[in-house]
């Protein structure tokens, strides 16, 4: 990363290991109104953020729950866990002290809300590691839009081809690589089905944070 300006991070499934909770977290929305969720809609929702999840459930499933109250039930349910209990990946601490001290601008960029990733990242000791913190709700879009990547980087006023953005989910990366970000695949277990295409469309994949 010594030829990158700055770095942008996802939060779950890249810095964290949160994606089961923010997978349960929106499957037991569907459950809760008897919806079995289909093959492969993790991979379709991790990019849109809560409010671009339950727009996805209105256009696909038949909900008996208003918004507010699946609101709060992601709230009641996920909550709990980022605030005391999901732990960060091996070698992200490391890793990111060490660009750091290298001169680089660190910036995390995640679907989730504020109020899910930031206490997490401070029980954990990395906020401070960052210069700012965005989430979809930030720029009033998600990230399978190409927009979210040009928005960012003025804001980190760097240009595209000197930001490194790490994810691992497969649409983020494409849309992120396809703006003219250099992209670093994340490897996590949730995405495992997905690794070979992963690889294929990133500049480069990492199955651990202490291979940087």
Avoid at 153 to 169: E, G, R, S, Y
Wanted: proline share 4%; glycine share 4%; hydrophobic share 40%.
């Amino acid at each position: 990363m010594e030829n990158k300006k700055a770095c942008l991070f996802d939060f779950d499934g890249t810095l964290v290991d949160s994606m089961p909770v923010w997978r349960d977290k929106m499957f037991r929305l569907l459950k809760l109104q008897d919806i079995d969720p289909p093959a492969g809609l993790l991979r379709e929702i991790t990019p849109l953020g809560d409010a671009g999840t339950l727009r996805y459930f209105r256009e696909h499933f038949r909900l008996t729950m208003s918004d507010d109250e699946m609101k709060r039930e992601m709230d009641s349910y996920a909550l709990p866990h980022y605030r005391n209990w999901i732990a960060a990946k091996d070698g992200v601490c490391e890793c990111l002290k060490e660009l750091k001290d290298k001169g680089i601008g660190l910036y995390v960029l995640t679907a989730s809300p504020r109020r899910m990733y930031e206490p997490c990242l401070e029980r954990l000791g990395m906020l401070s590691f960052f210069e700012q913190t965005w989430c979809c709700e930030d720029f009033l879009t998600v990230k399978s839009d190409p927009d979210i990547y040009r928005l960012a980087a003025a804001k980190m006023d760097a240009d595209m081809k000197d930001i490194a953005f790490f994810d691992d989910n497969r649409t983020a990366l494409f849309t992120a690589k396809t703006a003219g970000l250099y992209t670093v695949g994340v490897f996590d277990e949730t995405s495992a089905e997905d690794e070979a295409q992963i690889r294929r469309i990133t500049d480069r994949y990492i199955r651990s944070f202490y291979e940087l």
